[in-house]
T-cell receptor
């Protein structure tokens, strides 16, 4: 089974701090994604990456950056955390090369609270 | 642009009741369609999928049929269990391009009472 591991289940940070959310997958997937999940808003894509050192903006990239130095690891960075970034963050990975799209595999999420 | 609309929740049912969660979509091409489920405290996991018109996806007693004529992919289960309590997400993916992001519905929360 594919395993997507997010380094922290819960995080509490202060406004203005730099925050790193780490995600590792063990299935050699090309594609990795960061979403945030908020009540009433569903899942919103922040950034995704389809290869090492490649990244593309999703729907809500403002205030975030990402890093993909190795294929298995995809990091989300909040340069200066703000209270409106309090949310559940979900990492996902997916294999490439399948017509119609292969399924996403998700981690269990990191609940970030910014105070 | 492409979009997915699913029925609002929460949906509350008694055990062994019949479940339908409606999902309709708009898309310019020929998308693949998915249902994902999120159990409490967990990330999402794929429940079932269909890649072309008239395909039926099924898993764990859940079914959904890709209806191109009505642009729908409704989720059904004949007899729900307490363990089915979760949030269900409908999503689509354009067939062209493996790096295309998924388009998500907002999710429907289901609570099944014993």
């Amino acid at each position: 089974d594919v395993k997507v591991t997010q380094s922290s289940r819960y995080l509490v940070k202060r406004t203005g701090e730099k925050v790193f959310l780490e995600c590792v997958q063990d299935m050699d997937h090309e594609n990795m994604f960061w979403y945030r999940q908020d009540p009433g808003l569903g899942l919103r894509l922040i950034y995704f990456s389809y290869d090492v050192k490649m990244k593309e903006k999703g729907d809500i990239p403002e205030g975030y950056s990402v890093s993909r130095e190795k294929k298995e690891r995809f990091s989300l960075i909040l340069e200066s955390a703000s209270t409106n970034q309090t949310s559940m963050y979900l990492c996902a990975s997916r294999a490439g090369g399948q017509p119609g799209g292969s399924p996403l595999h998700f981690g269990n999420g990191t609940r970030l609270t910014v105070t | 642009g492409d979009s997915v609309t699913q029925m609002e929740g929460p949906v509350t049912l008694s055990e062994e009741a019949f479940l339908t969660i409606n999902c309709t979509y708009t898309a310019t091409g020929y998308p693949s369609l998915f249902w994902y489920v999120q159990y409490p405290g967990e990330g999402l996991q794929l429940l079932l999928k269909a890649t072309k018109a008239d395909d039926k996806g099924s898993n764990k007693g859940f079914e959904a049929t890709y209806r191109k004529e009505t642009t729908s992919f409704h989720l059904e289960k004949g007899s729900v269990q307490v363990s089915d309590s979760a949030v269900y997400f409908c999503a689509l993916s354009e067939r062209a391009g493996n790096n295309r992001k998924l388009i998500w519905g907002l999710g429907t929360s289901l609570a099944v009472n014993p």
